[in-house]
């Protein structure tokens, strides 16, 4: 049966499904990075979700940690990446 | 550390080590790359009398290095590893003589001494080899230590020649290497013991062991050059005289025969082989080689060219020994291991004078060079005979125990027509070339005439070693009834293969 | 000693990169430092772990399942040393080959934080700290990519950190659904609780999928060759012959210790068979190559190809002696083309340094010129191609041995198509070195850039082949 | 395990969600896809404080919509034109038309597989989590708020490591070097709200780092508002964004990992174990590795939106074009 726990985890599934397949498809690179971090939001919320334990307990704090974590690692790998692409640009003078 | 565990390892080093330092030499060092040299070739003659003088005494020579599990380098001497160890001992030391003073003031010199003592290393590695498994790495090892050989003068023929020879070694190790992969996998790790191992298996290997068997004769016969896997061996001409005399006489050639004459003997065991009758079909592409290399040895009018498809033929001469059941027969083909090595090796340093000191290439332009250089024809002489199988040089030796051994193994209906119509064709390729050289008339100025230096026909470093190995042959064929001679050896060596 | 060197292998390169990023000036010197004391410590682990065994050490001082443990057993304590070495080489290299100050201050500091998060990959044994080290390695391997800044090398190290990042996610979905099936993150805690049921299956599809983005097998290789082809010599060194491998190693010790349940023979045929394409079609592309470079990068995917074929036939031999002897020789493979991979490329960079380019066609005459050189890329040429006395010889008998026993004759025929490819690969630019060319001019040689790409080919071609017996028995209680 | 009945807020979120990821992919031009995207990361924030993960939604709405945002703008920004929409894929095309449709079944079947899996998992959800762990362990972690105890505690070597990863990317960035940010015109609006807009952001900033200890805050996400702060001194014309120069901005990058590197191995050295704090201290010393994490987070994330390092000669204050 769905509750609050599932149905988050399944929508996070669907948007790390959606990310993954954009990143593969989408041509322009600033999309692909978009398309990456709605990736990572999506298994965010599937490990949050399983965190969430009902509106009263307390949630899993080291999902929480992770999470913390990935969205930190998931920020630098974008700075980098659109510095490849500025700099890709800067290049070809486009 | 006593001698008896170190020895086998101390002969493969003496010229591994002067070689892996020579490659650093620096062009110029002329002295101490000959003295290193000459060094690692002096150490390498004692410490093989000494181990001569102990195996005839009945003592174990053994090194032992585990590489991993079930895989280990093993060296060791026995009566056969001893015979070949000999052989090219003696004849390395008379090469690097030779190479000294062929290669006199071109380049390259350290790269080519290196290669040179690593393909020494790695032929007296494989003659010592006491597994399959160090037999393959050695084998390989050969390739890889001539291929810069052939390779040396750089130039596009020598590349494509290379390329050749490459192809076809490269193939050839593959093959052996599957086949001793797969014996591994059936037999377990297999090493050489006299009378062979393979007997006790089971019987469903038998089939496997049956196409075990062609893989190891596919590998070995491409170094051995049986018919269809010989076309390397017209091709790696382009190196150097010393490389060519080297490769033909002592090293590649005689790992692949000796590889062939390993594996009838001290892995299958030949009544085993026979009752897989396995050795039928080796004898008939051994037959086939020696009537097809002497044919093309016929229409040849370069000298080195013609000198290598006799090769071809004659070194099938030791695989129909070996294929042949019967003690004589085993005798005949484990002797001509030597004899044919020290003869053709003098043909090789003959031819190399001519081009040397004359720059005499082809037969047609041989006339009258009796004259001209009596001693190195005379040492041509000699060995053209001794391939024909006149005696009293080495070559009717092996003709002979070649001939009593099919009569004793009954199987002379097919053996004896062929070592006679092919003493025939030995005669009908050799024979004109010594006609011409000492009763036609010398032309006016020959094609490319270095001045006389010494007193002697050529440079003494070229002159003396043809000679050396001329008087081995002649003492191989005249002695052969001593103590210490091949003959002997190969005796004790048969006696111990059938005591079984 | 109570000391945990295994902790210093972390710690010191990451003070090391602190170090050259608070003090430019000087980055040179203590990346030199931090690279010796690396390997140093690298081999003082490997002493420890011969001498105690595997050891373990808690960080924070809390258990694992709550912490995160640092594990060193032999496998990772031979990868530590196989890191430390390349490493110390390339960085002898690099300062020879990295001119103005400016872009050495930018290399050193990446350099020696690509050190750490190589060491901590190896050491670790919790899944999300591998996660985030796996991230580290990407970041600093992409950022390495494109220290050269021409445009062919920012595109491919822009590709390379696309597929890392999506290769890092979906491994990370895989950490999240194994957290959510067994409630630890604690890589030997799981492991005792894992039994073949759908959640488990699919986290091995998803973290082994993630890893071999990143290890670049067979399908989703086409990243690798313009991103090692194009880095500098002493990072592509590193990226071909350490950071690829790292994946391996990964995929390694998920198989083998964390998933065994699940493991039934057919499921090694998974990796089996994109290995033996990778070894096919990497071993041809390389054959085809232009570039050095591009030979040598098409020749890891090549040789990655074997060691995934090597675990495919692993699963399928039941737990004895011949199965520890064909891991030792699938370690035993992975050790010595890291070794000759990375001598292969420092050659390959020498040579693009001394004649503008790494055109294959116009390598005549290197033996002359540069005979160190010629001799280094032959001896690595030895160890790829699998020929004796190197230790890949012995990696590949064992492959063709448990192949044969186990009566699989496509594994057979592929390896033996696969050396013969490599040989002709190698023997093509060896063939153009020996020939002759036009201005056969003095030998030209810089000590500090040849020495260490003769070492890492030499220890390739020669000491793993003959010194490497000690290692095997050790190997085998591992699994 | 009480039946979770979800309410009309959460259909609500998980539809936003969707939708707004949808549209970011699929938006005609690039600068819209953007502003989708960073109204998608608010509505992450949301979703997160709706699971009772509370720093998470601090964290994802600073850095996640926040930064990544205005890193994405930037990007835009330094674009000359809007054309450049499709600019030449590299290589990352599967085979056109029915490259899509395998791309997207194969995904989707994926989906579901991992979907049945989590709706298979989710149910059997052992007790054992770590949850209960750490609560038993909170005590002994100097710190009362789990997340942070967690964070710079029990897995205080994935945070090491993360701000190594943080320090990579900017490292990497800083060497691709390159164009200086070609901004422009000064936001007319940015310099008035710079007055009292960056005091708050630092005040706010301060204020999380220290109730990070107990409530929900902490050193990331305190940076991440030290960063904001910085993002508007720039576009309020302050060329390198109050960022020091030189020698002092580099100890500055490495100070967060520094601090956590000596007070790892001096633990180490002590015999305890790298990184374990001596119980009665651990939480000043938390409080202290979170200070100087704090300044290297914000230093790291405004270089990475500057793109480089700033000049050193300090710009006249009258806001001129740099």
């Known amino acids: ?94 | 550390m006593n001698l008896s565990s170190t020895l086998p390892g101390l002969i493969v080093a003496s010229s591994l080590l002067p070689g892996l330092v020579i490659f650093f030499l620096r062009e110029g060092s002329q002295f101490t790359r000959t003295l290193l040299n000459l060094g690692g070739a002096f150490a390498k003659l004692v410490l093989v009398g000494i181990m001569i003088w102990g195996v005839f005494h009945e003592k174990v020579y053994a090194t032992r290095w585990t590489l991993a599990p079930g895989l280990e380098l093993a060296l060791h001497a026995d009566a056969l590893s001893v015979l070949f160890v000999t052989l090219s001992t003696i004849l390395w030391f008379v090469t690097t003589l030779y190479a000294i003073g062929y290669l006199e003031h071109s380049p390259k010199r350290s790269r080519f001494f290196g290669f040179f003592s690593l393909c020494v290393s790695a032929t007296v590695g494989l003659a010592l080899a006491a597994n399959l498994f160090t037999f393959v790495i050695f084998y390989e090892l050969l390739t890889l230590a001539t291929y810069p050989l052939v390779a040396h003068r750089g130039n596009t023929e020598a590349i494509r020649g290379a390329r050749i020879y490459l192809v076809y070694t490269l193939g050839g190790g593959l093959a052996l290497l599957l086949g001793a992969v797969w014996l591994h996998a059936v037999a377990g790790p297999v090493t050489f013991v006299e009378g062979g191992v393979l007997s006790r298996l089971p019987e469903q290997t038998y089939s496997q062991l049956k196409w075990i068997f062609v893989l190891l004769v596919l590998g070995l016969g491409v170094k051995a050059a049986l018919v269809p896997l010989h076309g390397w061996l017209p091709q790696a001409m382009v190196a150097p005289a010393p490389v060519s005399a080297l490769l033909h006489a002592v090293a590649v050639v005689k790992a692949g025969a000796f590889g062939i004459v390993r594996v009838v003997y001290d892995v299958y065991g030949v009544e085993f082989a026979a009752d897989l009758n396995l050795l039928l079909p080796l004898g008939v592409m051994a037959a086939v080689t020696i009537i097809y290399g002497s044919i093309k040895a016929l229409s040849q009018d370069n000298l080195k060219k013609r000198l290598a498809y006799s090769t071809v033929s004659q070194v099938s001469y030791i695989a129909l020994g070996t294929a042949t059941l019967g003690p004589i027969a085993t005798i005949g083909g484990v002797v001509h291991l030597v004899h044919q090595g020290v003869m053709k090796i003098t043909l090789f340093f003959a031819a190399g004078n001519y081009a040397e000191t004359l720059g005499v290439h082809k037969v047609s332009e041989m006339n009258g060079i009796g004259r001209r250089m009596p001693g190195t024809t005379l040492a041509f002489t000699v060995g053209a005979l001794g391939m024909i199988g006149i005696p009293p040089v080495a070559g009717y030796v092996t003709k002979w125990y070649l001939g009593l051994g099919a009569l004793e193994a009954g199987a002379a209906a097919w053996v004896l027509p062929v070592l006679i119509i092919s003493s025939l064709l030995n005669a009908a390729y050799f024979l004109p070339v010594l006609y011409r050289a000492w009763f036609l008339e010398a032309p006016v100025d020959w094609p490319n005439e270095h001045p006389r230096t010494g007193w002697f026909e050529t440079t003494g470093a070229l002159f003396w070693p043809p000679v050396a190995t001329a008087v081995l042959a002649l003492a191989a064929g005249l002695f052969a009834a001593a103590p210490y001679s091949p003959l002997e050896w190969a005796e004790l060596i048969a006696e111990r293969e059938y005591l079984r | ?479 | ?322």
């Open chain 4, 1 to 322: 395990m009480n039946t979770l009945s979800w309410s009309f807020l959460d259909i609500l979120l998980v539809i936003a969600l969707v939708l707004l990821a949808g549209a970011a992919l699929r938006a005609r031009s690039l600068r819209q896809s953007i502003i989708l995207f960073i109204a998608f990361g608010l509505v992450t924030a949301l979703v997160w404080a709706r699971l009772r993960a509370p720093d998470v939604a601090l964290a994802e709405a600073a850095i996640g919509a926040g930064l990544t945002g205005a890193l994405l703008l930037t990007a835009l920004r330094n674009r000359p034109s809007e054309e450049s929409r499709l600019v030449s894929n590299n290589g990352m095309r599967w085979g056109g038309r029915w490259g899509n449709v395998a791309i997207t079944v194969s995904v989707s079947l994926v989906a579901l597989g991992i979907g049945w899996a989590v709706l298979y998992g989710m149910n059997d959800t052992q007790s054992g989590r770590l949850a209960g762990q750490v609560g038993s362990a909170l005590e002994l972690s100097g710190v009362s708020n789990p997340v942070t105890a967690v964070l710079l505690n029990f897995r205080a070597y994935d945070t090491l490591l993360e701000l190594a990863v943080l320090l990579a990317a900017l490292l990497g960035i800083l060497s691709l070097g390159g164009g200086r940010a070609t901004h422009c015109t000064v936001d007319p609006i940015a310099t008035s709200l710079r007055g009292w807009l960056v005091p708050l952001l630092i005040l706010t900033a301060g204020y999380q780092l220290w109730v990070g200890a107990h409530a929900p805050g902490g050193a990331f996400q305190a940076g991440a508002l030290l960063a904001a702060a910085g993002v508007v001194q720039h576009l309020a014309g302050r060329a390198h964004a109050g960022l020091p120069v030189g020698a002092v901005l580099r100890v500055l990058m490495v100070s967060g990992i520094g601090i956590f590197m000596t007070m790892g191995l001096w633990t180490f050295l002590g015999g305890r174990g790298f990184l374990a704090y001596p119980q009665r201290w651990a939480g000043e010393l938390i409080l202290l590795i979170e200070l100087f994490a704090t300044l290297a987070i914000a230093v790291t994330l405004i270089l990475c939106y500057l793109g480089s390092e700033p000049e050193r000669r300090r710009i006249t204050p009258a806001g001129s074009k740099p």
């Open chain 1, 1 to 94: 049966m769905i509750d609050t726990g599932v149905l988050y985890g399944l929508t996070g599934v669907a948007l790390a499904a959606m990310g993954f397949r954009a990143t593969l498809l989408e041509p322009e690179v600033i999309r692909k990075l978009l398309a990456i971090n709605i990736m990572g939001v999506g298994i965010f919320l599937l490990m949050i979700a399983t965190a969430y334990t009902g509106p009263d307990t307390a949630a899993d704090p080291v999902l929480h940690a992770l999470v913390l974590t990935g969205i930190v690692v998931a920020v630098s790998a974008t700075a980098l990446g659109l510095a490849l692409e500025r700099r890709r640009r800067d290049k070809d003078g486009s």
């Open chain 3, 1 to 479: 000693m109570e000391v945990d060197v295994l902790v210093l292998s972390v710690a010191l390169p990451l003070c090391g990169a602190l170090i050259a990023v608070a003090w430019p000036r000087r980055c040179e010197v203590v990346g030199m430092l931090t690279a010796f004391a690396v390997s140093v410590a690298a081999v003082l682990t490997l002493v420890q772990v011969l001498v105690v065994g595997a050891l373990q050490h808690e960080m924070g001082g809390w258990t694992p399942g709550l912490g995160i443990a640092l594990r060193v057993d032999i496998l990772s304590a031979v990868f530590l040393v196989l890191v430390g070495l390349v490493v110390l080489a390339s960085s002898v290299y690099a300062t020879g080959y990295f001119g103005q100050p400016r872009e050495k201050a930018h290399f050193w500091p990446m350099w020696l934080l690509l050190l750490a998060a190589l060491n901590a990959l190896v050491l670790s044994s919790d899944l999300f700290n591998v996660y985030v080290t796996l991230e580290l390695l990407g970041l600093t391997a992409v950022s390495l990519a494109a220290l050269s800044g021409q445009r062919a090398a920012i595109d491919a190290a822009l590709r390379y950190l696309l597929v890392g990042l999506l290769g890092s996610m979906v491994y990370l979905a895989g950490v999240a659904l194994l957290y959510l099936g067994y409630g630890t993150l604690d890589l030997p805690a799981i492991a005792t609780q894992i039994e073949s049921e759908p959640i488990a299956w699919l986290a091995l599809c998803l973290m082994t999928g993630g890893l071999l983005l990143k290890t670049a097998l067979f399908p989703l290789h086409f990243w690798l060759p313009p991103a090692h082809a194009n880095a500098p010599a002493p990072v592509s060194a590193v990226l071909s012959a350490l950071v690829v491998k790292a994946g391996f190693y990964l995929v390694m010790r998920l198989w083998i210790d964390l998933f065994p349940a699940l493991l039934t023979p057919s499921t090694g045929l998974l990796l089996g068979i994109p290995g033996a394409a990778a070894v096919l079609w990497g071993s041809w592309q390389a054959f085809k190559a232009e570039r050095l470079k591009l030979l040598a990068a098409y020749s890891t995917v090549a040789q990655l190809g074997y060691l995934f074929l090597g675990l495919a036939l692993l699963f399928q031999l039941a737990p004895g002696p011949t199965r520890d002897v064909l891991f030792g020789g699938i370690v035993l493979m992975a050790l010595t083309h890291g070794f000759a991979k990375a001598g292969l490329f420092l050659a390959a960079g020498m040579v693009q340094k001394r004649s503008g380019n790494d055109q294959i066609s116009n390598l005549g005459g290197m033996a002359q010129r540069m005979p160190v050189t010629t001799f280094t890329i032959a001896l690595a040429g030895v160890a790829l191609i699998g020929l004796p006395p190197s230790g890949a010889f012995l990696g590949k008998w064992q492959l063709l041995s448990s192949a044969l026993g186990l009566g699989q004759w496509l594994w057979v025929i592929v390896v033996a198509t696969g050396s013969m490819l490599a040989a002709a690969y190698v023997f093509r630019v060896l063939e153009r070195a020996f020939a002759g060319s036009s201005q056969p001019d003095a030998p030209v040689a810089i000590a500090r850039e040849e020495w260490p790409a003769l070492l890492l080919s030499a220890i390739a071609a020669v000491l793993l082949g003959v010194g490497s017996g000690w290692l095997w028995p050790l190997l085998g209680n591992d699994i």
